[in-house]
């Protein structure tokens, strides 16, 4: 009977220290999963901060107006719109870093050729 009891105790205690065990894993589990959450919380503020600052900057009337201007090339009653070609500019800079030459080879290509 002594033997039985023993073994009881012996069994009944194992299970309560693998309970122990078990909880005391999720309970570290979940502060893992806490201190994430808390970070993720801090790094949303953040992200928040930031774009709160961006709306002040967007929502003021002279950002619309420069971003009318500019992106949709609207103007001002009384104001002429003047496009310039964007090829051109590039044809011409490519024509200015291509030719390596000494200025004066160039004077000269100019006018005698």
Known sequence: MKKILFFCIVILS???IVNLVTSIYTLWHKQDL???AQQQLQQEKKEHVTLQQQYHVVS???FIEEEARNKLFMTKAGEQEVLIAQSS???MKKEVEKDMR???QQW???FFH
């Open 89 to 91: 500019s590039q044809e």
């Open 34 to 36: 806490l201190v994430q």
């Open 108 to 110: 000269v290509n100019l």
């Open 14 to 16: 194992v299970i309560i």
């Open 60 to 62: 003021n009337p002279s």
């Open 102 to 104: 000494p200025n004066w």
